[in-house]
């Protein structure tokens, strides 16, 4: 194999994550780190929130004292890590890891498939949104106009269009009244809230925050199931009490689910159905060389967690490739 | 297919359609009338005009739809069956019969991802092993000869992880697993480039005749397209059609069916059809690998009024019954992870299976119906049995066309299958193939690119789901959604608020 292909350290993924790996392996004087990235920039998840005149200010900030947008957020990770001599490779797709030959496939434009080694793995490949089916009580029609909320803000920060003007959002954690909010801010007339616990999931504050911005969502508690309603697109949602809001259009946000494949594929350790890998003190999976970092671990964390996250799990992948 | 000689139109004058593909005008058809115009563009309406293709005939194949196959053909187990266990001596059970052996080399020639990966019919108690002979016996009198009745510890080491309750079985050899979306799109374009012209989201009203014997297709938009012979094989939509040129009634009514998508980790625990022994009370749920790899649990069998629109919903019950039945096959699978849902509803008739009436109210109109679910087995010998028909009830005149050809290009095969990406130099001649958008099923901009450039030209989402296997993985659409759009968008010259999942009204952007 090329030695350009060899590497100490691979990260698949260059979110706040990946990226705090990478800062806290080169503070640890571990050379040659590789960070390989699916999307065409850094940045991961903050990047999507756009710094916008009519935007809200999402990410918090505790290094700076102040909640700022995710695209500043990213921003501040990429501004850090060009300092360092971390490779990036963008657009790259990882498509399977070899845990027993510590090996990585992936492809991209330049290099078509490609192997490579490393000493030391580490999976930062964040979550995703529920889809329908995850949730387990949303039934009905698959209509269009059935977003996740990273869709949605696809559409209204990159190009500037409102897909919804009364929608339904599934879930209530922070990022369904985020999503709520900005939906208001961008024009939509009236916003629904809807889960099947009995108190949104996001904590009073950042609820109350959101109120700043003019965003105070009806709040639709105890829902036991949900059925979509309408043709071409949504035209209502029927609650199992038979309350039935009439609605444009709909947005999941519920429980992230870890962006796990990777580990899956290669018959390391899950935990099925939460598709959490499984992992020992040390961040190390199932194989030793194989470590997670970020939101890939479970749970709902912000992007500042991920980051501080990314520098724990770094010194011990530092403290496994220097004792080899 | 460099020389496609039909024409591909859409009629749809909004901004949401790609402007030259707009029929605005029966003018951009003909202005002499068809040799057959064919209502219906599902598995059995394509084939049909894939086999008339290689005739020389003027040919029209319609549809409401803003794709070929998105009725009933979409929605299906995707199971080519040998026909075991069909009523002996029917026409339905003979098409099915005779089309099995013909798909091996068919699906070849459409380059239409195919797999004989086999079944087991499973009995779990002493009721359902007891019905075991009655099956061989039934299977062999269909002329399925290759079936073999299989002990309990026979069915165990064809799928290890089977119920423990297992009594016994009988294995199937030929049943198998086709990639049933590219069925009729694989039909239609070859029918295109033998110059059957296709025109797509356009309803059909009303046959009416006119004199010397010429039909018209009125279409709901008012246009009117003329023709000789006409042929309604518009699955749910018939019936309504065959009123208005007096057909011989019939009843239909849409008989749902849900699935469950289980995870592609979860098809390295099966890879054989698994299917439940029929009961008084129930058919029961079959456990199926899927062409794509995921596993399927269904379907549910449940009636419902013609023109329900609820009948392609899914529901929470319904999913939780076909988890329960699957596990009484297949116990682990409920620790399984899904990944989705689906419901396709079959189109069940009153009469009876297999409707076929030629010269029904009005001579040269054929009126097919009630093909249920075995129409993607079916079709191709079914295809056949109604040329024949054709040419000795309606006395349509078959010229062979020496310039028609019965297969497509090997670059017509789906990425999914054989990615293009693995093919030596594929990606320095398109770096676009490296360049991967979906992220789950790990397909690229180049083999969304090839789809969009496609014959049928299609320029919805769900159309470019159907032909790249895109927004089906385990995200179902949470990476790639937005990506797809803006490239249709930016390819097809469509607004991107103009983007559609499957037609007007179902346009991203609220009004």
């Known amino acids: ?324 | 297919m460099s020389d496609i000689k039909g024409k591909i139109l859409y009629e749809w004058l909004g901004e949401g359609c790609i402007k030259n593909l707009q029929f605005s005008d029966p003018s951009q058809l003909t202005g002499d009338p068809y040799d057959i115009a064919i209502i219906g563009a599902g598995v059995v309406g394509s084939a049909l005009a894939y086999k008339l293709s290689q005739y020389s005939l003027r040919i029209l194949l319609v549809d409401e739809k803003f794709d070929v196959g998105e009725g009933t053909s979409k929605g299906s187990s995707a199971i080519i069956h040998t026909g075991f266990d069909a009523a002996v001596g029917t026409l339905e059970s003979r098409l099915v019969t005779s089309a099995s052996l013909m798909w091996h080399e068919l699906s070849e020639k459409l380059k239409v991802p195919f797999q004989q990966c086999g079944a087991v019919l499973v009995a779990v108690d002493d009721e359902q092993y007891n019905q075991l002979d009655k099956i061989y016996q039934k299977s062999l009198d269909n002329g399925v000869e290759d079936v073999k009745l299989l002990t309990k510890n026979e069915v165990k080491e064809l799928v290890p992880d089977v119920s423990p309750n297992v009594r016994g079985g009988m294995s199937i050899p030929r049943e198998s697993i086709i990639d049933a979306f590219s069925i009729s799109i694989a039909f239609s374009e070859i029918a295109l480039t033998n110059g059957v012209d296709i025109l797509l989201g356009s309803r059909v009203a009303a046959v009416t005749e006119s004199g010397n014997s010429v039909k018209h297709l009125k279409m709901a938009s008012g246009k009117e397209i003329p023709a000789k012979i006409v042929v309604n094989v518009a699955g749910l939509g018939s019936s309504k059609i065959a009123e208005t040129y007096g057909g011989e009634h019939f009843d239909l009514n849409p008989r749902r069916g849900q699935f469950i998508i289980f995870d592609e980790a979860s098809r390295s625990i099966v890879n054989k059809i698994l299917l439940p022994i029929p009961t008084a009370q129930t058919k029961g749920v079959l456990v199926i690998p899927t062409i794509s790899g995921n596993l399927l649990a269904g379907p549910t069998a449940e009636d419902f009024e013609l023109g329900d629109k609820s009948a392609t919903a899914t529901t929470i019950d319904g999913l939780e019954l076909m988890l329960k039945g699957a596990s009484k096959l297949f116990p682990s699978l409920t620790g399984e992870p899904r990944i989705g849902s689906f419901a396709g509803v079959r189109c069940a008739c009153k009469q009876g299976t297999y409707q076929i009436r030629y010269n029904d109210g009005l001579p040269g109109i054929l009126t097919v119906s009630g093909i249920r679910s075995t129409g993607v087995t079916s079709c191709p010998a079914l295809a056949e049995y109604l040329i024949e028909g054709l040419k000795k009830e309606c006395g349509v005149s078959l010229k062979p066309d020496p310039q028609a050809v019965d297969s497509r290009p090997e670059s017509s095969l789906p990425g999914w299958w054989k990615h293009p990406y693995e093919k030596n130099g594929a990606v320095k001649a398109r770096p676009d193939y490296g360049q991967i958008i979906c992220n789950c099923e790990n397909i690229s901009h180049g083999e969304i690119i090839d789809a969009l450039d496609s014959p049928l030209k299609p320029f919805t989402l769900d159309a470019i789901k159907r032909r790249t296997w895109t927004q089906t993985g385990r995200c179902q659409g949470f990476d790639c959604t937005m990506k797809i759009a803006e490239l249709i968008s930016e390819h097809c010259g469509i607004p991107l608020d103009k983007i559609t999942k499957n037609g007007p009204g179902s346009e991203i952007v609220s009004r």
Request: glycine share 10%; net charge positive.
């Open chain 1, 1 to 324: 194999m090329n030695s350009e292909h060899k590497f100490n350290v691979a990260i698949i993924g260059a979110g706040p994550a990946g990226i705090g790996v990478a800062l806290g392996l080169t503070k640890r004087g571990i050379k040659s780190v590789v960070l390989i990235e699916r999307n065409d920039d850094i940045g991961g998840v903050p990047s999507i929130y756009k710094k916008k005149k009519s935007g809200i200010p999402t990410f918090i900030n505790w290094i700076r004292g102040r909640v700022i947008f995710g695209e500043d957020y990213a921003g501040w990770l990429h501004q850090k890590l060009s300092k360092t001599d971390v490779r990036i490779w963008r657009a790259s797709k990882v498509l399977r890891i070899d845990p027993e030959r510590k090996s990585i496939t992936l492809v991209n434009s330049e290099k078509g498939p490609l192997d490579i080694t490393a000493n030391a793995v580490v999976l930062a490949c964040g979550a995703r949104e529920k889809s329908p089916v995850e949730f387990g009580w949303l039934s009905g029609a698959r209509s269009g106009r059935i977003f996740f909320s990273k869709n949605l803000l696809e559409l209204i920060d990159q190009h500037d269009i409102l897909p919804l003007k009364k929608p339904v959002v599934i879930g209530s954690d922070l990022n369904a009244y985020a999503i709520a909010a900005k939906l208001k801010q961008s024009g939509a007339e009236k916003v629904a809230i809807i889960d099947n616990r009995q108190r949104p999931k996001s904590p009073l504050f950042s609820r109350l925050y959101f109120r700043l911005w003019k965003s105070k969502p009806k709040f639709h508690a105890h829902v036991e199931s949900v059925t979509f309603k309408g043709n071409g697109a949504p035209s209502a949602v029927v609650l199992d009490n038979g309350t039935s809001i009439p609605c444009d259009g709909i947005v999941l946000s519920g429980d992230l689910i870890p962006n796990s494949e990777l580990a899956l594929l290669a018959r390391l350790k899950m935990d099925i159905p939460s598709r959490k890998p499984m992992v020992n003190s040390n961040f190390q999976l199932s194989e030793p060389a194989i470590f997670a970092a970020g939101n890939i671990l479970g749970g709902f964390h912000g992007a500042e967690w991920c980051y501080f996250n990314g520098l724990k799990v770094a010194k011990k992948v530092a403290e496994y490739v220097k004792n080899g």
